[in-house]
């Protein structure tokens, strides 16, 4: 046998791992041979601002970086974070349960306690991990997950890494909800993971009635209030307390890449047992803890957050304007009425949506150019997100930058 | 149900989906021989489980790649 081996040892043909993905490769430099600048490829070489940076050698208004309360150049929180790394260093090196609990890590614990009126907070090095994390960690093998269709990438990746089975339903469809909780087997673990906002198109979910139904049947609830933290809902809990149903939400994941204005993810909870999670927990474990100065930023961000009060109407206040404007133009918009700080703009196809992207880049605006499989229903959007730094001139210095590239483009 | 009225049954559940009218055989592939994306997917499934009141997980979609399969899985899943 051994001999045989050695004789049939001849180079065998290479396979490229790579070519799986000839198509994107394809698609992408269409796009580029048409003249378009790549979408993704976009490099801020200045920023001045929550709202304005020299993008490609243009001075950019920013309308797609989810800088919701424009917290990034926000004195307080640039000044604690300079001090933390001044009296802490550039960063820990180590995991939260080994060497990487600094301070600063408990005291932003502290303050996600203190903003959601919760008793446990966990913080992880990204959104993404956090979902990853707790969704992995929380559903088990013979457990059930079931989830809305258009759930963000970080929770079907967590649902991937578990072992439970993972059960989609019709993006908020409350009767579809209930319909599939109904079927579960009996005795087995549930988990209802909801979003408050969805990215892609700005729309609330309606969670009064889904929470409501998830309890009837024994599930446990997550909800993931990225998009909404900081402006909605009274103390800007998000979406679950504007409707009243924080209480019955069994865990919240959140972010500080967006209202808080730094970078690091996070899950809140009242379940007596869950700090056992930072134990069993992967993504938390294997991966170094972030920079005290990013801990420092973010507490300090996050309690300046609780008394935003002026900055959120005002955000409020340019998603409406913005709404409107862009409908009365003559574009087709995500959502019928402002439901978040996320307007999406509906392009006729990913060309088009590119040439409009592009359009509107010369024309001195940054959004999001967002394209399948990302989106629903293979949909190309331009994603607006806007900022509560965001003068009520600039809204309109935007309205007018879309009405040229979308007549230039044609598409109003 | 007998496998055969489990397939007869998903037989008229296919046909709005079906739209370019593929003879369907026990081989016949969803994302190759009925060119299905992962709306069509998410819809069809949506109607077998509503129709015979059953949960068919991703997990268990991952391993139906072709109609005897899922004949077969939605017969084993209405009994059990």
Known sequence: MATAMTETTT????????????????????????????????VMEQVLSPTRAICNGRDTILLGTYNYMGMTFDDDVIAAGKQAMEDFGAGTTGSRVLNGTFRDHRDVEAALREFYAMDHAMVFSTGYQANLGIISTLAGKGDYIILDIDSHAS???????GNAEVVPFKHNDVEALEKRLKRVPEGAGKLVVLEGVYSMMGDVAPLKEMV???????????VDEAHSMGFIGEHGRGVAEDQGVIDDVDFIIGTFSKSVGTVGGFCVSNHPKFEV????????????????????SSATSIRKLMHGGNKRAHLWENSRTLHKGLRDLGFQLGTETPQSAIIAVIMPDLEKGAMMWEALLKEGLYVNLARPPATPAGMTLLRCSLCAEHSSEQVQTILGMFERAGKAIGII | MSPADVDAKI???????NKKGVAIEDATTFAGDLEFDSLTVMDFVAEIEDAFDVIISMNQQAEIENWGQLVAAVHKLQDS
């Not at chain 1, 993905?21 to 976009?42: C, H, S």
């Open chain 1, 277 to 296: 999670l930072r134990l069993v927990c992967r993504p938390y474990v294997f991966t170094a803890a972030l920079p005290p100065s990013v801990m420092a």
């Open chain 1, 155 to 161: 929770i079907w990746d967590g649902c991937a890494m």
């Open chain 1, 11 to 42: 180079a065998a043909e290479p396979v490229d791992l790579l070519a799986k993905f000839d198509p994107i490769i394809q698609t992408r430099e269409q796009l580029l041979a048409a003249g378009v600048e790549d979408p993704f490829n976009l």
């Open chain 1, 212 to 222: 409501r139904i998830s309890k009837a049947h024994g599930a446990m609830v997550l």
């Open chain 2, 11 to 17: 037989r008229t559940l296919i046909e709005p989906f």
